[in-house]
């Protein structure tokens, strides 16, 4: 079995409001979850840092060359509009559709009771790693120094 983590630091996500459990290795001063919402804000500071430099001189002046160059490239290509496409229609069945998290006819409501205690007395996890952690959690960084 492996050994856990001395410590580990406990936060919500900044996106989400998820709670994430990060052990010392892959902590990086996060504050965002494993799932999508680290890579949906670093997405929108792309695009903000482009916006940024489209407006400054340089960015503008570069953009206009390289729209000037792919126009120049594509000159000689004439197209016409095609027809529409006909849109397809589909057709679901209700039989097809199931539920879940809902209990099924021979689950008991005791059976899942256990199954929920023992989901909670198992050790806790990395969010992003999955190492075993302790159950010590810190709720901010570790301090450096002396």
């Not at 695009?47 to 340089?58: C, I, P, V």
């Not at 539920?99 to 689950?107: A, F, N, Q, T, V």
Request: charged share 25%; hydrophobic share 30%.
């Amino acid at each position: 079995m492996a050994v856990p983590e001395r410590s580990h630091r406990l936060y919500n996500c900044r996106g989400c409001g998820e709670q994430v459990r990060i052990c010392r290795r892959c902590d990086r001063g996060n504050i965002y979850c494993a799932q999508a919402c680290a890579a949906l804000r670093r997405r929108e500071s792309l695009l903000r840092a482009g916006r940024r430099y489209q407006l400054s001189r340089r960015g503008a002046g570069r953009h206009a060359a390289r729209q000037r160059a792919w126009r120049e490239r594509h000159a000689h290509k004439v197209t016409h509009q095609g027809s529409p496409a006909a849109a397809s229609s589909a057709t679901v069945s209700a039989t097809s559709i199931e539920s879940r998290g809902e209990l099924s006819h021979g689950d008991s409501p005791l059976k899942s009771r256990r199954l929920l205690l023992y989901r909670t007395r198992t050790a806790p996890r990395c969010s992003f790693c999955g190492r075993v952690l302790s159950p010590f959690a810190r709720l901010g960084p570790l301090r450096s120094g002396p």
